[in-house]
């Protein structure tokens, strides 16, 4: 891996919080890394729907409780929960940690 991280924290090579993805008037910002993977950060995801983005794990673990709730009234998520409960780590150029999820 180029990124000089541990092998499992992978560096963006493309995106940036100041020019996010828009979709439906959201702004979520989004990377690509150096596997090519594109991701959503996920901090971005919660600010998006207007979740609290305070108290660290536990933002993720509401975020994924909340997609899980929409998969029980029939909503098709795209395992969308288990991707929040396993996100990527990633780095921006020179920037600091991000955990986000594959848009797959």
């Known amino acids: 891996m180029g990124s000089g991280w541990s092998p499992d924290i992978k560096l963006a090579t493309h995106g940036s919080p100041d020019k996010p993805l828009e979709i439906g008037g959201v702004q979520i910002p989004c990377y690509v890394l150096e ?6 950060s996920q901090r971005g995801m919660q600010t998006g729907i207007g979740m609290s983005t305070s108290g660290g794990t536990s933002g993720a673990h509401r975020l994924a409780q909340f997609i899980e709730s929409l998969v029980e009234k029939g909503i098709d998520c795209k395992d969308l929960a288990v991707r929040i409960r396993n996100p990527i780590h990633f780095r921006p150029g020179g920037g600091g940690l991000i955990s986000g999820l594959s848009d797959y």
């Open 35 to 40: 596997d090519e993977t594109r991701v959503l």
